[in-house]
């Protein structure tokens, strides 16, 4: 395994237990430099971050570096030699003393099971659930109260930050809720990748198939990162044929479908087909708002429902993102003292963000491209039926996505009248929900626009 194999694997369980504002400003640029005589050295992209590490970090990193390579006795924190980007060594706005009160907050985020790989933080009552990720959450229920027995395997699949790994982990917790003597487990799937790896080279391949087998709930995240390693595949493939015979549960998520999967073995592939297969698409601006809410209740923050949708409109594709926004624009404001006016929010978005700010320019560009159409005849009162649809669902994303009024729609699409919008809002809407070959149409628009 190379050192960067071996970081992933350690970084991708760092995520799992902080918060997406520590790991971005702590973790994210941080890499292996060297492994020697058990001495692991990291860099960190400034001097600011390398104390931060050794002061907070320290124990944990190390606790999990031991547990991926026994052999590892100490870890050193040096400054990375290449001079880092400016953002990157740029001390983070807020200082290390308001995020850490007590100078153990670092410690207190640890909490997942050694065991069990599941962090308590991540439950059902947490997890908003809204038309996006309605039917992988019903599939993640009903796998937790009957495991093994209704969707197996269950693969979960969805881009980054959108909430796969909390599902999953909640799925695996409520497991336990249900059924105390279980045996559940997590593991993303680099480290199980390392495992496999480090078995096959010790000889102990025997074991680790052993540990794995008496799983009841067996749930493996980022399961694209299988790709390309064939050996890997060929022991993951025997222990998922053992557990499944066993009518054990198995759940997998990944950030794509499995037939999107490069490099994945046939024979895997179609595993992965044969049970239940639910996607979750990009949350609507209804549902981001209901999750900024109770990420405030969660943080003990009170800030206008104005302030939330400047958030909840700008961020749209990544709820990792959403709740980091909201971490920076609440860090700014206890650390100046004042409360937040919707301009200082966009500023500090913008800052966060820049590709991702859309505005409803954006929006019309990327859905005359999408439909390879004119904005002249997008804006003109032509009633021909190739130009009136994509019209209707610019209308619709505009309304959607920007939570835009109906009459500031009507302007900018060519001074049409606000009735005219409604019923072009109304009329997508109902064709979303009707149509499914029409709803994936537009949320690979949407991905357009986001990604673009
Ligand atoms: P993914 O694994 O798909 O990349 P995560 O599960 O890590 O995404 O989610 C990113 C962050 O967003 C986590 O902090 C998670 O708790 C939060 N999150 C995602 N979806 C939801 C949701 N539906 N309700 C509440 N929080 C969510
Ligand atoms: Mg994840």
Redesign the pocket.
Same mark, same amino acid.
């Given at each position: 395994m190379t050192n960067e194999e071996t970081w992933s694997s350690i970084l991708a369980q760092i995520?799992l237990n902080v &918060? $997406?504002a520590i790991f971005t400003t702590w973790f994210k640029s941080t890499s292996i430099v060297s492994v020697e005589n058990g001495e692991v050295t990291v860099a960190a992209p400034s001097s600011f971050a390398k104390e931060w590490l050794e002061q907070k970090y320290h124990k944990q990193i190390l606790t999990l570096l031991r547990n991926n390579d026994n052999s590892i006795r100490e870890v050193f924190f040096k400054v990375a030699k290449d001079s880092p980007t400016p953002q990157k060594a740029k001390s983070p706005t807020t200082p290390p003393t308001q995020q850490t009160p007590s100078g153990q907050l670092g410690f207190d985020e640890f909490k997942f099971n050694r065991d069990t790989n599941l962090n308590p933080k991540?439950s059902f009552d947490?997890?908003?659930?809204?038309p996006y990720?309605e039917l992988a959450h019903a599939a993640a229920w009903a796998a937790a109260k009957n495991p093994g027995m209704v969707y197996n395997p269950l693969f979960v699949y969805?881009?980054?930050? @959108?909430? %796969? !790994?909390? @599902?999953l982990?909640a799925l695996g917790n409520e497991v336990l809720n249900n059924f105390p003597g279980k045996k559940v487990r997590y593991i993303p799937t680099e480290k199980l990748t390392s495992e496999i790896i480090y078995a096959i080279r010790n000889g102990t391949i025997e074991t680790l198939r052993a540990k794995y087998l008496d799983t009841t709930v067996f749930i493996i +995240? +980022?399961i694209q990162f299988i790709s390309g390693k064939e050996r890997t595949q060929d022991e993951f493939f025997y222990i998922f044929n053992s557990l499944y015979n066993k009518n054990l549960q198995i759940v997998l &998520?990944s950030d794509r479908a499995p037939k999107a999967i490069p490099e994945l073995s046939d024979r895997l592939r179609s595993r992965f087909e044969g049970g239940m297969i639910a996607d979750?698409s990009l $949350?609507d601006f209804e !549902?981001r708002m209901a999750?900024l809410k !109770? %990420?405030c209740q969660q943080l003990g923050l009170s800030f206008s429902d104005e302030i939330l949708s400047a958030i909840a409109s700008t961020i749209q594709s990544n709820?990792?993102e @959403?709740?980091g926004a909201l971490t920076k624009v609440a860090a700014h404001t206890k650390f100046k003292n004042t409360t937040p006016t919707v301009e200082l929010c966009q500023s500090i978005l913008l800052s966060i963000n820049p590709k991702k700010v859309i505005n409803y320019k954006k929006i019309i560009q990327s859905t005359v491209d999408f439909y390879e159409l004119k904005e002249k005849d997008i804006l003109s009162d032509s009633r021909k039926k190739e130009i009136v649809k994509p019209r209707q669902v610019i209308m619709y994303l505009l309304r959607e996505e920007l939570n835009a009024s109906f009459p500031f729609i009507g302007r900018k699409m060519g001074d049409k009248d606000h009735t005219t919008v409604m019923h072009a809002y109304k009329k997508i809407s109902a064709e979303i929900k009707n149509n499914e070959d029409f709803q994936e149409e537009i949320n690979i628009l949407k991905q357009k626009i986001y990604n673009s």
């Open positions: 995520q &918060s $997406p991540y947490g997890f908003i659930v809204g990720n969805g881009g980054v930050g @959108l909430g %796969k !790994t909390h @599902l982990q +995240d +980022d &998520s979750v $949350p !549902t999750i !109770t %990420k709820i990792r @959403l709740e």
